[in-house]
């Protein structure tokens, strides 16, 4: 019995294998989300690379080490003008300027949109669904053509910012078949505004379910055949999205069910526990850790290689990259960060081990 069912497993492998067209993807992506930077510049940090010289310029020097596409959060109308247009396209030049990629991230909200937080814009929080819908186009439009006019089209872009529940609730939250179809709508007024103005421009749908199979097959199942995109998206944080067996096992099954690229646009890993600032950080304990992943330096380093490892291994060669999050995030004397801890420089700015792993992408 077990040796027919052995048979019977690398037979369906096989089928899987023939029936998946190889991608064309040749490009591994080192990437890394710098959003904060322009503030933490302001606010005078500074850091040092592993010789102990300071590197006045952080992009050029994320450069050197691999680093080949920069992620950008845009937020719609912020308070403080904090990851607005203006603030995005003056970035966006300096990375074009390095000859780098941008992934431009709409949240379609004034502040933070992530599965806790899908708040929409105040200028939007009135209307109606048509004109919600209408409003997402002429924005996704007029922001494209502004990267466009300026020479910095964003190689890729993501509609919506770890939707697994939906953007701009309540009115696109999947809580019923109502939801679904909002959803879709909204998801296809974004992509249409994208396709128009900037036809080489990548779209990709963003979850936050790294380490969650049943929730990324249920979400991607929803919107395969009505909603026009390139590249399957997935955060993937170890103290919320489980082991890297799991990250593995949803990979794989994405790739297989749905034979698109896959993204990790989001990832990260402490480099210690302790925090250098009053700011709650979401990590701080041992339970947040893999068994086999300490909070040191060579810790971090190690997790940033297995999970690469783990897209390398994608089934074929589905696994585009990753973006690690924030890896620049560091406390200043003007501001506290809630992230301190899982950057890949320290507390004073010098450069930390794990930033090796981009040099894969040297070669």
Request: charge should be negative; hydrophobic fraction near 45%.
């Amino acid at each position: 019995m077990m040796k027919i069912r052995w048979i019977l497993w690398v037979g369906c492998v096989l089928i899987w294998s023939i029936y998946i067209p190889t991608t064309t993807q040749t490009r591994f992506i080192c990437g890394a989300d710098v959003s904060s930077l322009a503030h933490i510049e302001a606010d005078g940090a500074i850091f040092y690379d592993e010789n102990g010289v300071i590197q006045t310029d952080l992009l050029a020097y994320l450069k050197t080490q691999g680093v080949n596409m920069i992620r950008l959060r845009l937020w719609h109308t912020p308070a403080d003008a904090m990851y607005d247009l203006d603030y995005n396209l003056a970035l966006a030049s300096r990375i074009h300027a390095l000859g780098m990629g941008i992934l431009l991230d709409f949240h379609y909200s004034d502040t933070w949109a992530d599965p806790a937080n899908q708040i929409k814009p105040r200028a939007w929080a009135n209307l109606s669904f048509d004109d919600i819908r209408q409003a997402l186009y002429d924005y996704t439009k007029e922001v494209m053509t502004a990267f466009i006019s300026q020479d910095t089209p964003p190689a890729m872009v993501q509609i919506g910012n770890e939707i697994s529940g939906g953007m701009l609730w309540d009115t696109g939250r999947v809580r019923d078949e109502r939801g679904w179809s909002n959803l879709i709508g909204l998801l296809n007024a974004g992509v249409d505004a994208v396709r128009e103005t900037s036809p080489d421009t990548q779209i990709v749908i963003h979850l936050d379910t790294g380490g969650n199979r049943h929730a990324s097959v249920w979400f991607f199942d929803h919107i395969i055949n009505a909603v026009d995109f390139d590249i399957i998206g997935l955060s993937y944080y170890p103290w919320w999205s489980g082991r890297l067996t799991q990250l593995s096992a949803n990979i794989n099954i994405l790739a297989y069910r749905y034979e698109k690229p896959i993204l990790i646009v989001e990832t990260a890993y402490p480099w210690t526990l302790t925090w250098a600032d009053d700011v709650h950080n979401p990590v701080g304990s041992d339970d947040h850790l893999l068994a086999d992943y300490p909070a040191n330096p060579q810790g971090q380093q190690a997790f940033l290689q297995a999970v690469i490892e783990v897209i390398q291994n994608t089934p074929n060669h589905l696994g585009m990259g990753f973006f690690y999050w924030e890896p620049a995030f560091i406390p200043t004397s003007e501001r506290g960060s809630p992230w301190e801890n899982l950057t890949q420089f320290d507390f004073e700015g010098r450069v930390l081990p794990s930033i090796q792993m981009y040099q894969i992408c040297l070669s």
